[in-house]
């Protein structure tokens, strides 16, 4: 999908997207306080980072991300309420309405060159690994969905994951795996320990 195309299409649905991101900003205010927005590094296409912004969802303070979601954190997540502010990076060229999902820039060292190949394209709102089942699926199988679509990307299929993704978000569908806060940590194939380490000491 061309970024003209994705933004005729925020043009066109500005009117719902603007109510909503304004009354989620308001419930998040009530709700946690500030800061409204959660920002973190992430990878974009070619490893390249940038800014991720979403709603806050957790308390501040110590514990796990299980212990400081809260109910009204997890209705967010669960309604992906709390991805509405990734428009923004949309708009800035930074991410598409469709992609694979931009994941912490502490990740790439993990990836095998395979896996790797996901950031051949712009990290999407949503994509191929969020309609087959998005928190629930192993990071293997996510990354072959991602891997999948990056082979086989077309407008029909962005548009058939956009179609898809309206019904997942209405029906609560797939966003946490059992028992656990929306996804755990990926450690990467085995060996993927010692790349990490190596590129943390790399110079520059």
Do not use: C
Request: proline share 7%; hydrophobic share 45%.
């Amino acid at each position: 999908m061309t970024r003209v195309l994705h933004l005729m299409i925020l043009l066109l649905t500005a009117p719902l997207w603007l109510v909503l991101l304004g009354a989620t900003a308001l419930a998040v205010w009530l709700g946690l306080g500030r800061p409204i927005f959660f920002r973190q590094e992430r990878a974009g296409v070619q490893g390249r980072p940038f800014g991720l912004i979403k709603f806050r969802t957790m308390r501040s303070g110590a514990g796990t991300d299980a212990e400081r979601l809260t109910p009204f954190g997890r209705a967010l997540r669960r309604t992906s309420l709390d991805e509405l502010p990734e428009l923004w990076n949309i708009l800035r060229g930074e991410m598409s309405l469709v992609g694979p999902r931009p994941l912490p820039t502490h990740y790439l060292p993990r990836y095998t060159p395979e896996q790797a190949r996901r950031h051949a394209v712009r990290p999407g709102l949503t994509g191929w690994a969020q309609v087959h089942g998005r928190n629930t699926l192993a990071w293997e199988e996510k990354f072959r969905l991602d891997v999948w679509y990056v082979d086989h990307q077309s407008l029909a299929l962005d548009l058939r994951i956009l179609w898809v993704t309206v019904w997942q978000v209405a029906s609560g569908r797939g966003v946490s795996a059992a028992g656990e806060a929306p996804m755990t940590e990926f450690v990467g194939e085995p060996g993927s320990e010692v790349r990490d380490q190596r590129s943390a000491l790399r110079p520059g």
